[in-house]
């Protein structure tokens, strides 16, 4: 066995060793930063996700322009946003939320691992369209956390991704949570839009700086799209001319 595939092979054991998980995550994240080797496949050496393993699971694939469902070949929009146009004018999703993208973002986010933040930036830039959005935008808006869910997490993933895109045009400061509420994923379809009802608002003394402008709103995984579509609904009453939708995964 080479050199390197017998490292793998022990820091594997190490990582998926219980014990070893339960009481030292420092050691884990330690383990985890040690460069080269994929995260996924564990091919070694490589980026903390090989090329391989972004060409098999980041493939990208016909999108609905309005939500980013996939769609078949020949069709831009799906059926449900051309019945009720979502209020984006673009929604783009570089993954399908599933194997390994829901271990990777659940790391990101749950687990204090920031350290991914340089791959995730990435596989955006390489999504279809995105380079263009953010050439295009004025501002990059990461949709906010509510303080209550920042100081439990400690730092805010979203922004961290949105100043590795294109630090010169995030604001954090700009669109802001006002009103804590429960997690979207714990609610039904119907509640998570009254849920939402307040959530989000635009700093009282910068409303004039949303008017005209074509902005891009950013989180890493859309789900029913309710969140991303209140706060595009805030913008757009305070004038923004184009509201795109950038997401990491969507679930579908
Ligand atoms: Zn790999
Ligand atoms: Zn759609």
Redesign the pocket.
């Known amino acids: 066995m080479g050199r390197q595939k017998k490292a793998a092979r022990i820091l594997d054991t190490i990582m998926t060793n219980p014990f070893f998980a339960k009481v030292s995550p420092a050691w884990q994240r330690l383990l985890a930063g040690i460069p080269s080797q994929c995260e996924v496949c564990h091919a070694w050496p490589a980026q903390r996700l090989c090329e391989d393993c972004v060409a098999r699971f980041a493939r990208p694939r016909l999108r ?6 996939p ?1 078949p070949v020949g069709v831009t ?2 059926p ?2 051309v019945r009720q146009p ?1 209020p984006l004018d673009a ?1 783009i999703a570089a993954v399908d939320y599933g194997f390994p993208w829901e271990r990777i973002l659940s790391a990101y986010k749950f687990h204090g691992d920031p350290g991914w933040v340089r791959t995730l930036a990435l596989l955006l830039r390489s999504t279809p369209w995105v380079e263009p959005a953010l050439e295009a935008a004025d501002w990059l808006l990461p949709l906010p956390l509510s303080a209550q869910r920042l100081r439990n997490r400690g730092f805010h993933q979203t922004l961290l991704l949105a100043r590795a895109l294109a630090p010169e045009k995030t604001d954090a400061q700009l669109l802001l949570r006002v009103r804590d509420t429960p997690a979207q994923s714990s609610l039904g379809r119907a509640q998570r839009l009254e849920n939402l009802q307040g959530a989000f608002a635009l700093a009282p003394q910068r409303l004039l700086e949303v008017q005209g402008k074509r902005i891009v709103l950013l989180d890493d995984v859309m789900t029913t799209g309710t969140t991303l579509h209140t706060a595009a609904q805030v913008l757009r009453e305070a004038g923004a001319a184009h509201i795109t939708a950038l997401v990491v995964a969507r679930t579908s």
Not at 64 to 69: G, V, Y
Request: with cysteine; proline share 8%.
């Open positions: 609905c322009r309005s939500c980013a469902l769609v929009h799906c449900q946003c979502p929604c």
